[in-house]
């Protein structure tokens, strides 16, 4: 399996809605990461998970909340989220935390 | 801070034709990747090329560290090369074991 899944594909939420992100990779992979990404903007790093302990958090706003259950899953929890969290959330994966990076094909969030 | 720079940054071609893309960078790097972005929002892995050239069919890249910027050539373009082509960087000395991701090249192939 090399490949990166990422559920849902979309999600619409109203802003006092509480939601989860998933993503899950089956290569054996010790860093994943979520990124999102604005229309026609390059993706941003939001946080980086190495060894399920997390290693990096780019300030992000605390309603994003992520989490690491075991080497193969990465869920972002969403509470009380904005509009302009509206975007595409992508996570990625590789070996090690500076390794080549594969990505899943996103979650397209709407937040009303 | 992290500077990374692309160019063109917008570029059209007709089928069949060869297109160099470039990123700049500001400092030495730790790790170098190349992106394509397709027109559903998929991220693809080119390469993995902090220094040196490397090919992969129709692309191939080159990473000059010491000169600080990196090319990604596609020979023989087809219109399924269309999409965004992301350069990103981890720079060394930052202590950021991280991409920073270049604002891209939009190629747009023409049958």
């Known amino acids: 399996d090399t490949e990166v899944t990422q559920t849902p594909k979309h999600l619409v939420m109203g802003m006092t809605n509480k939601k989860s992100l998933k993503c899950e990779q089956h290569?054996?992979?010790?860093?994943m990461y979520w990124y999102k990404q604005k229309a026609k903007k390059p993706p941003e790093l939001m946080f980086v998970?190495?060894?399920?302990?997390?290693?990096i958090n780019e300030s992000v706003p605390s309603r994003f909340s992520p989490e690491c259950p075991n080497s193969s899953l990465l869920n972002l929890h969403l509470h009380a989220l904005q509009p302009e969290d509206s975007a595409l959330y992508l996570c990625?994966?590789?070996?090690?935390?500076?390794?080549?990076?594969?990505f899943g094909p996103g979650t397209r969030l709407t937040v009303l | 801070g992290i500077q990374v720079e692309q160019s063109p940054p917008d570029l059209i071609l007709q089928e069949g034709a060869n297109s160099t893309l470039r990123c700049n960078f500001s400092d030495s790097v730790n790790n170098l990747q190349w992106f394509h972005q397709n027109p559903w929002g998929q991220l693809i892995n080119l390469f993995y090329i902090p220094s040196g050239t490397k090919q992969n069919g129709r692309l191939s890249a080159t990473t000059v560290a010491t000169e600080r910027y990196s090319l990604l050539y596609i020979s023989s373009s087809q219109t399924t090369d269309s999409g965004v082509y992301f350069c990103?960087?981890?720079?060394w000395g930052t202590g950021r074991r991280a991409l920073t991701f270049g604002s891209g090249t939009r190629l747009q192939v023409q049958p």
């Open positions: 990103a960087v981890e720079l």
């Open positions: 998970y190495s060894y399920e302990k997390l290693s």
């Open positions: 290569m054996g992979h010790r860093a």
């Open positions: 990625a994966s590789s070996q090690e935390q500076d390794s080549k990076q594969f």
